[in-house]
T-cell receptor, first 113, second 112 residues
Framework: GDSVTQMEGPVTLSEEAFLTINCTYTATGYPSLFWYVQYPGEGLQLLLKATKADDKGSNKGFEATYRKETTSFHLEKGSVQVSDSAVYFC????????????FGSGTRLQVQP | SAVISQKPSRDICQRGTSLTIQCQVDSQVTMMFWYRQQPGQSLTLIATANQGSEATYESGFVIDKFPISRPNLTFSTLTVSNMSPEDSSIYLCSLIGGKTQYFGPGTRLLVL
């Protein structure tokens, strides 16, 4: 079945450091890909998405590019802030059939001042 | 994007009791989902709830334990029945808007 694999956390960075959180997927087709963020004590928010190969999703300084050849959707940010401390989830959904999201295990990011 | 609200936002319950979680959406949607997030874990789909039909449950989840109602296109309920401490989780409803899935704020449940 479909699956998403994320790098294990926690990831601890200093403020203004470069961030990469790796995400790879397995799917029987061409899914749409998402990054969701969960801040401490809060619900799940959509961070960015990409619906086809080579699309780049971006939001709040975060970026991720849909790479079909490597089945990857790595999340990057050039300069993290303390307020970016959260858990980040990579997810996919197929456009037909089962429309529910398949999530990765989540990666906790801790940014220190 | 749709506005999704859930009630209650959190609750502490005794084992053996049941809790019904409500999910209200400000627009009509055909397909809604219920997810569970156990402490420190990712999200797991419980069931898909379409208006006018029985909910479709994922492997490991059964209707007797998690009955779902979907009386109209803007509302759904999930009941967690005969609770045990292992049911302590965040329960989230969600819906699809375009190609994007949006989530409610979640219900934080602690079972003692």
């Amino acid at each position: 079945g479909d699956s998403v694999t994320q790098m294990e956390g926690p990831v601890t960075l200093s403020e203004e450091a470069f961030l990469t959180i790796n995400c790879t997927y397995t799917a029987t087709g061409y899914p749409s890909l998402f990054w969701y963020v969960q801040y401490p004590g809060e619900g799940l928010q959509l961070l960015l998405k990409a619906t086809k190969a080579d699309d780049k999703g971006s939001n709040k300084g975060f970026e991720a590019t849909y790479r079909k050849e490597t089945t990857s959707f790595h999340l990057e940010k050039g300069s993290v802030q303390v307020s970016d401390s959260a858990v980040y989830f990579c997810a996919l959904v197929m456009d037909t059939g089962r429309r529910a999201l398949t999530f990765g295990s989540g990666t906790r990011l801790q940014v220190q001042p | 994007s749709a506005v999704i609200s859930q009630k209650p936002s959190r609750d502490i319950c005794q084992r053996g009791t049941s809790l019904t979680i409500q999910c209200q959406v400000d627009s009509q949607v055909t397909m809604m989902f219920w997810y569970r997030q156990q402490p420190g874990q990712s999200l797991t789909l419980i069931a898909t709830a379409n208006q006018g039909s029985e909910a479709t449950y994922e492997s490991g989840f059964v209707i007797d334990k998690f009955p779902i109602s979907r009386p109209n296109l803007t509302f759904s309920t999930l009941t967690v029945s005969n609770m045990s401490p292992e049911d302590s989780s965040i329960y989230l409803c969600s819906l699809i808007g375009g190609k994007t899935q949006y989530f409610g704020p979640g219900t934080r449940l602690l079972v003692l």
